[in-house]
């Protein structure tokens, strides 16, 4: 095991919206049953089967870094994410379905870790409008994930997930929506799985089957947005 190939994927988002509960149930396929807040980055591994059932599966380790959500705009905050965003083949981005500011917060995250020398604080806002090309020519696969599903009112529910299918095209990203307590929501077979399993072949695809697959692409145009694009009425 110990001779696998591996890749990196970060995992972002605002502090409380679940990132080590998601983590801790991708890696170990388990409820975590005490979260506390993350400081600095920690990392788990999971274990993929690229092109699963084809003759070029292949086992490979995926270490998931599960970075602090602070959105703090200190210095010291700044440069110590930094230290997290090299060599990244792929980035999973969270939010917390209730929470709709945490939606709106993944753009500064991309972007942060994109672009590598901005602090979440630091690129809104402009009366201009969103380019979501800017995502559209990144070359590291995004996923996009929902957390607390559970946790949604049913009269609510389908306002939420049009705002969040918005959400999806724009960081030209899939989505899944889950409970983080329930493993039956990345159970073998259902579309979340299914959705999981294509983003991770995507990321080692660009790792190990591209010319350039190591390096993140830097957002040299910085292109600046306002949240009109979240399609809020």
Known sequence: MASLDRVKVLVLGDSG??????????????????????????????????????P?????????????????????????????????????????????????????????????????TGIIVSNGDYDREQFAEN?????LIGTKFDQIPETKRNDVLTRTAFLSEDFNAEEINLDCTNPRYLAAGSSNAVKLSRFFDKVIEKRY????????????????????????E
């Not at 509960?21 to 506390?36: A, D, I, K, T, Y």
């Not at 490979?60 to 870094?65: A, C, K, N, R, S």
């Not at 591209?210 to 040299?220: E, G, I, K, L, V």
């Open 17 to 54: 919206v679940g990132k080590s509960s998601l983590v801790h149930l991708l890696c170990q396929n388990q409820v975590l049953g005490n979260p506390s807040w993350t400081v600095g980055c920690s990392v788990d591994v999971r274990v993929h089967d690229y092109r699963e059932g084809t």
């Open 56 to 120: 070029e599966e292949k086992t490979y380790y995926t270490e998931l870094w599960d970075v602090g959500g602070s959105v703090g705009c200190a210095s010291s905050i700044k440069s110590t994410r930094a230290v997290f965003y090299n060599s990244v083949n792929g980035i999973i981005l969270v939010h917390d379905l209730t929470n709709k500011k945490s939606s709106q917060n993944l753009y500064r995250w991309s972007l942060e870790a994109l672009s590598k020398d901005s602090s979440p």
């Open 139 to 143: 070359s590291v696969p995004l996923l």
């Open 209 to 232: 089957f591209t010319r350039d697959p190591s390096q993140m692409q830097s957002f040299t145009d910085r292109r600046r947005f306002n949240f009109k694009s979240l399609h809020n």
